[in-house]
């Protein structure tokens, strides 16, 4: 059973250019969150998405957005990016949040991560 | 404010010694907490979620607890080795169920020295 897939695993942007990082869940996972991770902030959660709707947003600005597309497979998009921006951009996916033990356990990707130059 | 704190930020402990990694959370009213390990540059990797109404899960050489009314969890590894060197992480949903976000500590690393 295939893992969750993020792509690209590296990517090197300047500021003010914008990125889109993309997600693939474990087959018949419909939940897909993200997270950014910084040496100084630690973990912290964007957004989670479930059969294509976002059911919750973490504190971050309007420059980051995310998207579910049919097939569960998710994208993020960071625009104007900043040098704050650079991360680990982590993406877990789970069967279905809420719904007991086993469908709540995530499953994380290797990551995405992002240098801004 | 719901809060995951993760004391000390780092442990080094030689192999054999068994040990526990704490982590504190601020509302007492989670819905369940999960840990995981992290190798450097890696993803996270679950070992471990306990659901409100449990006191403990069990894996291998790992054990978890849940103190909900104290807002402590611990997770004990018994027999420590090498390979068990990682960052430890706990995370808490809180009560919200699949509306809440997941919240990180900012973890433990663990080196086992051979």
């Known amino acids: 059973k295939a893992g969750v897939t993020q792509t690209p695993r590296y990517l090197i942007k300047t500021r003010g250019q914008q990125v889109t990082l993309s997600c693939s869940p474990i087959?018949?996972?419909?939940?897909v969150s993200w997270y950014q991770q910084t040496p100084g902030q630690g973990l912290q959660f964007l957004f989670e998405?479930?059969?294509?709707?976002?059911?919750n947003k973490g504190n971050f600005p309007g420059r980051f957005s995310g998207r579910q597309f049919s097939n569960s497979r998710s994208e993020m998009n960071v625009s104007t990016l900043e040098l704050g921006d650079s991360a680990l951009y982590l993406c877990?996916?789970?069967?279905?949040?809420?719904?007991?033990?086993?469908?709540?356990?995530?499953?994380f990707g290797a990551g995405s991560r992002l240098t801004v130059l | 404010k719901q809060e995951v704190t993760q004391i000390p930020a780092a442990l080094s402990v030689p192999e054999g010694e068994n040990l526990v990694l704490n982590c504190s959370f601020t509302?007492?009213?989670?819905?369940?907490l999960q840990w995981f390990r992290q190798d450097p540059g890696k993803g996270l990797t679950s070992l471990l979620l306990?659901?409100?109404?449990?006191r403990e899960q069990t894996s291998g050489r790992l054990n978890a607890s849940l103190d909900k009314s104290s807002g402590r969890s611990t997770l004990y590894i018994a027999a420590s080795q090498p390979g068990d060197s990682a960052t430890y992480l706990c995370?808490?949903?809180?009560?919200?169920?699949?509306?809440?976000?997941?919240?990180f500590g900012k973890g433990i690393t663990l080196s086992v020295r051979p």
């Open positions: 998405y479930f059969s294509e709707t976002q059911r």
């Open positions: 877990a996916s789970s069967a279905a949040p809420g719904q007991g033990a086993g469908a709540n356990v995530l499953t």
């Open positions: 087959s018949g996972h419909r939940s």
């Open positions: 509302d007492s009213a989670i819905y369940n």
């Open positions: 306990i659901q409100s109404s449990q």
């Open positions: 995370a808490v949903r809180w009560m919200g169920g699949a509306n809440s976000k997941l919240t």
